[in-house]
């Protein structure tokens, strides 16, 4: 943190020199260096350095298009990541630093009012629905399962091409049918649990104790 500091009032006292042509071709220099510095951090995904080098970059040259571009880019994804886990706050506030390069960049519009949008439905849902992040939790690390599955059928496929032991076929087809069962059943919780999250359900109703037991076999609406 103490060295991004430095950096930062580095740069803009050579911001002051430059606009007094004593250190122009420096300052050149260093947009160009912070800019490459951005570019090989964003190949390599390593968004929030990339951020810093082209905020560098554009404290010294704020007209630089380069690292305008490339922060826009980064902003967005490090806003996108955020937004996929659910910190909302934080992509905003990374959308907010790109908008300060361009006030009306469509993709940052795009993806604020995603969020905003995304932020009513998830108050909304929260309030008819207390407990749906329990449930979704609960379905989500059955379908975890499935893997688990598939890979031991795929095990039992793989030992009968070197044993030509049709028992290994037959534990492949029992794992297969088990695997049938249970997706359909977890397909059947999620149609209900989607029912529960448009509608709103009491914390305690008969509907939301039968859709949170992991083992229910529930019925098709």
């Given at each position: 943190m103490k060295v991004v500091v430095r950096f930062f009032r580095l740069t803009a006292a050579l911001a002051v020199l430059a606009t007094t042509g004593c250190a122009t071709s420096i300052a050149h220099w260093i947009v160009q260096t912070r800019d490459h510095q951005g570019d090989?951090?964003?190949a390599?995904?390593?968004?929030a350095d990339a951020?810093?080098?082209?905020?560098?970059?554009?404290?010294?040259?704020?007209?630089?298009k380069h690292a305008a571009a490339g922060l826009i880019s980064v902003q967005v994804r490090l806003a996108q990541t955020a937004f996929a886990e659910s910190k909302f706050e934080e992509a905003i506030s990374s959308l907010q630093i790109a908008a300060k390069v361009s006030p009306h960049d469509?993709?940052?519009?795009?993806l604020r009012s995603q969020i905003e949008q995304a932020e009513i439905k998830r108050d909304i849902v929260g309030s008819n629905y207390p407990s749906y992040r329990e449930t979704g939790a609960q379905i989500r690390r059955s379908y975890e399962s499935v893997k688990e599955?598939?890979?031991?059928?795929?095990?039992?496929?793989?030992?009968?091409?070197y044993t030509y032991d049709t028992a290994d076929l037959t534990r492949a087809i029992q794992l297969s049918?088990?695997?049938n069962s249970d997706i359909a059943r977890y397909t059947n919780r999620m149609i209900l649990y989607r029912q529960l999250v448009e509608s709103g359900v009491p914390e305690r109703s008969h509907a939301a104790e039968s859709l949170a037991a992991p083992a229910s076999v529930l019925p098709l609406p």
């Open positions: 090989v951090a964003l390599h995904r390593n968004f951020s810093v080098a082209y905020q560098l970059a554009l404290k010294i040259d704020p007209k630089d469509e993709r940052v519009e795009a599955q598939s890979a031991a059928i795929s095990a039992a496929l793989r030992r009968f091409n049918y088990e695997l």
